[in-house]
């Protein structure tokens, strides 16, 4: 049977209670924007309009930082994450870092 890990960016999930906080869980990613992105952001730039490789960039970023999240989480014995945050920083001039959060915790359905 698959592990199916709850993930919400709520202090709470609904018809659950927390039995127990197994800690703090994190993910993060620090990836660098390539030339042929740039270019074809350069020239979106004169005409406007989204910057899909960047896009594609954020989308793969925020689902590796999840994963490496949700993976700590299930080495805790979480069946669930709850508080889920995103965060973006700069770490050097076109590299960026994408952190993902939350709280590890174990739910049991609500009587």
């Known amino acids: 049977m698959p592990f199916a890990m709850i993930v919400t960016n709520t202090e709470t999930v609904a018809g659950y209670d927390i039995v127990a ?8 990613t620090v990836r660098a ?12 730039n004169l005409v406007g ?5 960047y896009t594609e960039l954020l989308t793969e970023s925020r689902r590796e930082a999840m994963q490496r999240m949700l993976a ?15 965060t973006t920083s700069a770490v050097t001039a076109g590299a960026a870092e994408l952190y993902a959060y939350g709280t590890a915790v174990s739910l049991e359905q609500s009587v």
């Open 72 to 86: 700590q989480a299930q080495q805790l014995g979480a069946n669930a994450v709850v508080n889920v945050r995103f």
């Open 33 to 44: 924007k390539h030339a042929g992105r740039d270019i074809a952001a350069s020239f979106k």
């Open 49 to 53: 309009g989204e910057l899909k490789g």
């Open 21 to 28: 906080i197994c800690g703090l869980v994190q993910g993060n």
